[in-house]
């Protein structure tokens, strides 16, 4: 069982930035690949970054692309979300998940969520 805390969500102004962090325990964090994926109010939860076990390959939604980078230390047991150049619609809880199947952007994939992390950009 892997239990997963987000940390690092707050206000912050349009142009932004903030980092996210998601500490894993209770596993081998190495095993498993590792999303962030967020919720605004009224929407349905969405993709935003994965990344493999490796690290070596990482995946973006079209939103965030060349916005947000994805990280991981397998050392800390801890996956990172850096969001830069932060909008208005970028706001909502923002979940990390682990998962060890295949299907990077489908939350059906993930085993295992943290409870989230509110992120609010002000224009």
């Known amino acids: 069982q892997v239990q997963l805390v987000e940390s690092g969500g707050g206000l912050v102004q349009a142009g932004g930035s903030l980092r996210l962090s998601c500490a894993a325990s209770?596993?081998?964090?190495?095993?498993?690949?590792m999303g962030w994926f967020r919720q605004a109010p009224g929407k349905e939860r969405e993709f935003v970054a994965a990344i493999i076990r490796s690290g070596a390959n990482t995946y973006y939604a079209d939103s965030v692309k060349d916005r947000f980078t994805i990280s991981r230390d397998n050392t800390k047991n801890t996956a990172y979300l850096q969001m830069n150049s932060l909008k208005p619609e970028d706001t909502a809880v923002y979940y990390c998940?682990?998962?060890?199947?295949?299907?990077?952007?489908?939350?059906?994939?993930?085993?295992?969520w943290g409870r989230g992390t509110q992120v609010t950009v002000s224009s």
């Open positions: 209770g596993g081998t964090f190495s095993s498993y690949g």
């Open positions: 998940a682990a998962r060890n199947r295949a299907g990077v952007t489908a939350t059906t994939s993930y085993d295992y």
